[in-house]
DNA sequence: GCTTAGGATTGG
């Protein structure tokens, strides 16, 4: 039997079947052709769990399928007229269903209750009336084309509908019709419900429901198809257009999916939520700084200095939302409001950073709301963050990696492309000049270090510390072949090699060389030089002499009146080089180094035929030795407004300076120069204020160490301005 | 079993 309820009683003990709970119904046939006739009316008793049931769920007004009922004799009929029969329902197998219709939107009437589906158009999320009860405001449409505006009032949030999106479904069950503005509308009424869909044509028609219990059938299956159907050719919908960082554009109001990486509170109306889409953003993001121990969750670190982190200020009535949000939710913000910014510490001409605010109020939809992991709306979102698995935050540099990298030289620098921008010339004094061609953006630091490497870049700075602080250390020896790199060997450790070597020596007898010795002032130690008998009668007689025996003191003396001394021993009665710690060669003041491990040492059968002038190099050819070059390397700590930054100064430390290594290597004066520079760069005890600004052209580069890259900083085409 | 809101940008 269908029927329509007209009335419904409460639930009541039954003293004649031993208290068993029963409810009394009044149902009247609903088709109009049968109105006319008598008894259109009939009562129906529930017994037991189905009175209850009953009770819940059905609302007078419902239309009502009823099965396997029991037809009884009425006692009431005398009394009420109704029908000499009811309907009773008990036992296993009578069941009661609720037959929902659904009105088309151009066909409501006022004042009655009405079950609709519809595509929502707009809606807000829940906020808090000026009365007792949330309110969700949304609008509908279906088929007909009508729009309608619907509120829900609750004290529950949980039970407001669940939307996601302009052009989700929405099934109403019991919300009244009425008129405002000329226009129908709809409010929810006694034993309401809601059950949204998304409004994707191919996405499962699964219900979203915080309802207890709620009808789902096929039916609706077919409903929820049809509207999808029919959305999916309205332009409204297919213009939603979906944006994410990396298409947002300044003054944009706009709907972000995204997760959550960490969040702050700023103060009591405003929370700082930190979150990605996994797009790099085309312009400089706003960085909020926020204490460590004020952050809740990871840090971002990595992501700010991709690009890839919005920093967005929830306010006012949005933190009710946010303050549950925790990080890792995925989410979307509606409406959000990205403007360029000018950060507080920002120099004059650089770019202003993208901000992004959830404002006050719920104009517009504005609002946020956490979105479940397996939505379907978060397919593209995740899959761009994987694209970022290998972004582990401790990545982050510490002390370790850089000691890393001060004793390990870096790979040739990558310079990309310049950066076409037209960034104005520097006007303030600064220390330093940069000679780079180039027009790369000045940066700050902290958007330095935000950037992806390769990139050049131009940034002004202080330096507020460097290392090493003990100067000369600053020097080291590097194999170009192997890259090593060793500090200089200190005095002692050579000299300590040549006592070693001078210890009961013998002159050794080459048949190459020709030999004249003399005994030193120690007894049992003599001195030899030897000459290669190749070059007797050569020009270059003289240029390059074998010297064995000697201190480090003594070969010194002699270096002053002979161009090239290779310090030998001797082995058996063999001429051998001393060992690599030490010099291989003495010129003038310099010394030069062979690396121990790259060097042939083919020194068995010398050649030193074809050579006009003897150098450092030629030398170290005849002699099977890979000559080690003298650098400099200093690492400065770089400071301006917004962040420190180690850089290195490596390639360039000798333009830098204006000072060549292997020259100051032998020389007491360039070496005061390095330190009279120095000086001025980072004044001994000075405050930062105090330090000379340096315009900087700096190579930004990754280094694999261990498999991981490491970003690093590089000092390139700058050099010290000299008056 | 009343009332709430009934779309329509903050101004940080």
Known sequence: MKAKVVHKGPVISCAQKDGVEMLRAEIREEDPLQRAAEHTSIN?????????????????GDVVLLTDFTIKKSPSFLRDRLHPCQLEMDGDSACVYAKYTYVSLNKLKPKTVVNVYGVVTFFKQPFPSKGSDYCSTLKITDQSDVKVGCNIFSKKLEDHPVIFRAGDIIRLHRFKTDVFRDSMSLLNTYGWSTVTFDGKTDSPVVP???????????????????????????????SDLTVTLSSVQPGMYFDLTCQLLAKAVMDSRCILLKVWDG????????????????????????????????????????????????????????NLHAYLQRAPDQLPDQPDHLSFHLHGGTSYGRGLRSLPAESPDLQSLKSALDKHV????????????????????????????????????????????????????????????RSTPPLSCHVRARVKRYKPQQLYQCLKL??????????????SAVSKVFRESAKDNQPCDEQWAATSSASSREPGRTISMHISRDMVGESTHMQLIFVEGTTLDEICVLSRDYKNL??????????????????????????????????????????????????????AEALGVQLMQYRLLIQFELEDKTDTLEALLWENAEKFFHVSAVDASGSQDLQDKIQT??????????????????????????????????????????EIREE
């Open 478 to 491: 590097f194999c170009s072949n192997c890259k090593t790199m060793i500090d200089v060997p200190d005095d």
């Open 44 to 60: 129906v008793i529930f017994f037991g769990t189905l009175a209850k049931d009953f009770s819940q769920s059905a609302r007078q």
């Open 566 to 619: 290779v310090p030998v021993r001797s082995v058996n009665g063999r001429m051998t080089l001393l060992d690599l710690t030490a010099p291989f060669l003495f010129s003038g003041d310099k010394r030069y180094y062979g690396c121990k491990r790259c060097s042939l040492n083919t020194f068995q059968n010398p050649v030193f035929t074809g050579v006009e002038t003897w150098d450092e190099q030629s030398v």
């Open 677 to 718: 520079i120095m000086d001025t760069i980072q004044p001994p005890d000075s405050s930062l204020e105090e330090h000379p600004w340096l315009d900087l052209c700096l190579s930004v580069y990754a280094v694999k160490d261990n498999d991981r890259n490491q970003v690093c900083y590089q000092i390139a085409n700058t």
């Open 208 to 238: 979203r429901t915080s309802s207890k219990s709620f009808h789902f059938e096929e039916s609706d299956k077919r409903m929820v198809q049809e509207l999808r159907q029919w959305a999916a050719n309205q332009s409204w919908i297919s």
């Open 390 to 449: 290998d972004l582990d935050e401790n990545d982050e540099v510490n002390d370790g990696t850089l000691l890393e990298i001060w004793y390990t030289p870096p790979e040739a620098v990558v310079l990309p492309n310049d950066e076409e921008t037209d960034a104005e010339a520097d006007t303030g004094p600064s220390y330093t000049v940069r000679t780079c061609e180039h027009n790369s953006q000045r940066l700050t630091l902290a958007r330095v270090k």
């Open 279 to 334: 797009t790099k953003c085309q312009h400089p993001l706003l960085n909020v700084a926020v204490a460590s121990d004020a952050l809740e969750g990871e840090s971002t670190v990595a992501k700010d200095r991709m690009n890839l982190t919005a920093n967005v200020l929830v306010y006012d009535n949005h933190l009710e939302v946010a303050r549950d949000l925790k990080p890792g939710t995925f989410l979307r913000f509606y």
